[in-house]
DNA sequence: CCAGACGTTGTT
DNA sequence: GTCTGG
DNA sequence: CCAGACGTTGTT
DNA sequence: GTCTGG
């Protein structure tokens, strides 16, 4: 039974230990600056490169524009994954960064990573769509989610500030709010951003709340109503500017895997 | 006291 | 930085 | 992005 | 080489 024999048959036919779940971890900001500037009241975008991102991969960290105020609303450039304050070594920086790209909204008063950003660093994660992948059968469906009434909507987010030990060089970092998916959502996903109602942008990046009983009542799960998505094609590696992720794309076996 | 973790996902 | 486990 | 896997058999 | 998972 045991021995040479058998080891690989063993880990397959048992549920692998620790198996790893998607994350919500694809995003995009299609809006030219012009307009994003218009749409928050802010001047100057960070980072001063920006063009619009088609498709934004959250393993890659690249710096995108947040939205932040401090007198008024202004944009801040940071790469996604947080990675805390506290963390000492480039390395731990580096893992640190790859699990924190979401934080869960269930526990993110009590987690050392979060809390302290949940309470006096929150941000708008401006975005024109993310995307999910739904799971049939082992393989992987790409969807484009976004607002019918809204082109340009806010996810809610948390930023900190690190210092690399190495080079002094200072990193901003935020991490993407989740929620459980409403029931529309649940066809395809366990766990959706937390989208930030319009009339609640202003709220949550306002830095007078301080307190978890003030910011926990903005922590809800978006309605239905106002959300749509289809499928689109695969995701590609260095495909942040191809703007043909974002055609509708038709699986026929997804399609008939659904009539059931 | 010191060392080590600090996170996300879902349940074949 | 702060908490947990040994 | 990077690291790691990448296969076969039959069915309690 | 190419795909998947984190």
Redesign the pocket.
Known sequence: MLGLFDK??F?????PV???????YHNSLTASSQKLSARFSAGLIEPPDFRPIFHE?G??HKPRPLVIREDENRFLSAGWGLI?K???SVE?AN??Q???????SE??F?????REAILERRCLIPSTGFYDSKEVL???YPYRVFLIHEEIFCLAGIWDEWTNPETGEVKKTYSML?TPPNKKFSQI???MPLILPRKLEDVWIDQSLKSQKEIEPLLQIYPEENMDFYTIR?FK??DEFDEDILKKVDYPELSQLELF
């Open positions: 690989k048959t880990l397959r036919d048992i549920p620790g198996r790893i779940f998607p994350l919500c991969h393993y890659e805390p506290w963390v000492k731990k893992q640190m790859n699990g924190n790209l979401n934080a869960k526990t993110i009590e987690l050392p990573s979060f082992k393989n992987t989740t996903h366990s766990r695969k590696t260095d």
